[in-house]
């Protein structure tokens, strides 16, 4: 039972662009979300998190956006670098559970 | 300085033998995780310590045993290895066992079973 999807496995846009990174979940009682990037042979470093009490947070080139009635969250990033290229995770957490569950990532390339 | 670090980074070893994977972090956090990421890249999460005390054990086969000798450590011990404990572990660590404590992840331990 995978609670937690990224429908696209890669993406890719230009330099400059916006990058609109996806995520949906099926459990209603998660009501914390993160985001992790990942490059290779490194471990995933924790990017930007969103409580479901908010449907928007911010944090330079990055926001997350979650529409709760639709259990959707997307992470923006704006404008794209070459160096945001790496794979992104969302993960999703109730309050106390003490662990997240992630989705399998999305591979995101920016060309110059 | 390594925040979280993991040794050994490969390894590679026959079915049926034990070994061990070492953890520590430095960062002073409460909360230590393990988690297997497979071929179809899925983090998932296997054993969580806080404080030295287990709280979250997924449902993992007995051959897989944690062991926390102190908040800093968590060491993983895998016994008579199969082809499919074939994946990359990961150790992470974070403040508390809070949803909104983000984790901070060691680099992997690449594990390939022969």
């Known amino acids: 039972d995978q609670q937690v999807k990224q429908n696209s496995p890669s993406l890719s846009v230009q330099e400059g662009r916006i990058s609109i990174l996806n995520c949906d979940y099926t459990n209603s009682m998660f009501d914390y979300f993160l985001w992790y990037k990942k490059y290779p042979a490194e471990g995933p470093t924790f990017l930007i998190s969103?409580?479901?009490?908010?449907d928007k947070n911010e944090d330079g080139r990055f926001t997350v956006f979650l529409n709760k009635s639709a259990k959707h969250l997307s992470l923006h990033i704006v404008p794209s670098q070459p160096g945001d290229s790496a794979v992104y995770f969302c993960a999703a957490s109730g309050w106390n559970a003490g662990k997240s569950t992630f989705g399998d990532g999305t591979t995101l390339t920016v060309k110059p | 300085d390594t925040a979280v670090s993991q040794t050994p980074k490969y390894l590679v070893t026959q079915m049926g033998n034990d070994k061990s994977i070492k953890c520590e972090q430095n960062l002073g956090h409460d909360t230590m995780y393990w988690y297997k990421q497979d071929s179809k890249k899925f983090l998932k999460i296997m054993f969580s310590y806080n404080n030295k005390e287990l709280i979250i054990n997924e449902t993992v086969p007995n051959r897989f045993s944690p062991k926390s000798p102190d908040k800093a450590h968590l060491n993983l011990h895998i016994n008579s290895l199969e082809l499919g404990d074939s994946a990359v572990y990961f150790c992470?660590?974070?403040?508390?066992?809070?949803?909104?404590?983000?984790?901070?992840f060691g680099d992997g331990t690449r594990l390939s079973i022969l």
């Open positions: 969103i409580s479901s009490i908010k």
């Open positions: 992470a660590s974070s403040q508390g066992a809070g949803a909104d404590q983000p984790q901070h």
